[in-house]
């Protein structure tokens, strides 16, 4: 019976695939492989059981059924394993399976192979979502709207500069991803505590041809495991991945709200529902989505830095809780990755929101652009915020536009006609640099897909 959510309802299949529990023995399995191939060219085992083991290391011979029932008398899941492929070996092969090794050489370096194809899952689908992005802001960089600081109408900005910061910070995370792999995916074979005494003088060389037959940088010095400061970065990556999509989600779904609606997800009306019980309900269930998910793959931060405290040269504090978070945030990650995609493409617009928004203050939100025109005209700066202050304030109170308060006042005329305070009125003419700026991150952009 099906019980987590990640069962039935999150995730995606190829990244489920990778953490499956079959795949993740056959990554062991091949670590065993890679173990026995790497001794046979030093000829610390025969060539010939070498090539046995590596035969026989697969699941279509080791199987998950066999490897559980061999735990449930041992309650030890690496020499489950090891018995496992050796019974199925033939000849005395089976007799030289994981010589020199410790359980979490098996671990760690599998587990790198299983992260590193995580990763590179996530990495992919960060470029998509940021190709996705960048083309809203190349759409978007001309569509003016009121920009919002503590929730209050602020100043125009445009939608291209929203998707481009956006686009700016995906590419950030893919970077991070990209040189925590580095890290993190390790090949790992030291023995007990990291010194590789079993091997003797071939310690060091059986450890760095593992690595190089998995197609992973030796670890440059470990104890039992690889240390977890690479885990924990990992998680952080993930965690902080989660809150750039988050952030993406959470201005969608404010810009949807029913007094606001200058965007919004797509929705259905011939088969979507919004609500069992209001028929009208059209609700950003897919945003919510995320946000919510992104707040459990922020929560694995705590315990991933507190599993790089481990006793001495290692203790088993770390395996039961990695046991559930790197799975867990790996495929919790991709799958919010995978709603953003999907809440992106197609995003809707509103623009005659967009357009009465923007001008919902009466002008306000030009205040700042006629304090800085009378400026730039000769008045002081203090006098001329003094003064457009005192006009923003009654224009507020008296229910009227700024313009018409400006209008009134003796001294502005000293400085601007009608047609000039008429032309500083104009919202979409008050943009700064922001269309340039877009441009900049998209010719940035281009030059960054290009070396990825």
Same mark, same amino acid.
């Given at each position: ?15 489920? $695939? ?14 065993? /492989? ?8 030093? $000829?610390?085992?025969?060539?010939? /059981?070498?090539?046995?083991?590596? #035969? ?44 020199? /090794?410790? +359980? ?30 960048? $083309? ?43 040189e925590c792999k580095g890290r993190l995916c390790v090949g790992m074979m030291t023995g007990a505590v990291g010194t590789s005494a079993a091997l003797g003088e071939d310690g060091l060389n059986v450890h760095q041809k593992v690595s190089e037959v ?36 959470? =201005? ?6 029913? !007094?606001?609606? !200058? ?11 919004? +609500? +069992? ?40 504090? #770390? ?10 945030? +790996? ?23 967009? =357009? ?11 205040? =700042? ?10 008045m002081g700066r203090q006098t001329a915020y003094a003064l457009v202050r005192k006009c923003a304030i009654e224009a507020n109170k008296q229910g009227i536009s700024l313009k018409d308060v400006i209008l009134r ?44």
């Open positions: 019976m099906a019980i987590h959510p990640i069962e039935f309802r999150y995730g995606t299949p190829e990244m489920k $695939k990778i953490w499956d529990a079959e795949n993740k023995l056959q990554k062991m399995l091949e670590v065993e /492989a890679a173990l026995a191939e790497a001794e046979s060219q030093l $000829k610390l085992i025969p060539k010939e /059981a070498a090539e046995e083991i590596k #035969n026989k290391a697969n699941t279509q011979y080791v199987t998950k059924q066999r490897v559980d029932e061999i735990e449930r008398e041992t309650n030890h899941d690496i020499a489950s394993i090891v018995k496992a492929l050796a019974e199925v070996c033939e000849g005395n092969a089976g007799e030289y399976v994981h010589f020199g /090794a410790t +359980s979490n050489d098996i671990i760690d370096s599998s587990q790198s192979l299983l992260l590193k194809e995580s990763i590179e899952i996530i990495q992919e689908k960060v470029k998509r979502l940021a190709k996705i992005i960048l $083309k809203l802001a190349n759409d978007h960089k001309k569509t003016v709207c009121i920009g919002r600081t503590h929730g209050q109408h602020a100043l125009p900005t445009t939608y291209g500069m929203k998707f481009a910061i956006w686009a700016d910070e995906l590419h950030r995370q893919y970077d991070r991803l990209e998995l197609g992973l940088p030796p670890v440059l010095i470990s104890n039992q495991v690889v240390q977890r400061d690479n885990h924990a970065e990992y998680i952080m990556i993930l965690a902080n991945l989660a809150s750039t999509l988050d952030k993406i989600a959470l =201005e969608i779904r404010n810009l949807q709200r029913t !007094e606001i609606r !200058e965007l919004g997800e797509s929705f259905d009306p011939e088969k979507q529902v919004g +609500s +069992s019980t209001m028929p009208h309900k059209m609700n950003p269930i897919t945003a919510e989505r995320i946000c919510g998910v992104s707040r459990v793959v922020r929560a694995y931060t705590s315990p991933a830095l507190q599993n790089n405290s481990l006793w001495h040269e290692r203790d088993l504090t #770390n395996s039961s809780s990695e046991r559930i978070m790197l799975p867990e945030s +790996s495929i919790l990650t991709d799958y919010i990755l995978n709603l953003t995609i999907k809440l992106m493409e197609k995003l809707v617009f509103y623009p005659e929101n967009i =357009e009465k928004n923007l001008n919902l203050t009466g002008g306000l939100i030009m205040a =700042e652009r006629f304090m800085a025109e009378l400026t730039r005209r000769g006042q003796t001294e502005i005329h000293d400085y601007l006609n009608h047609d000039e305070v008429d032309e500083i009125m104009d919202p979409h003419t008050y943009l700064g640099s922001s269309v340039q700026m877009v441009e900049n991150v998209l010719n940035e952009s281009e030059r960054w897909f290009e070396t990825i």
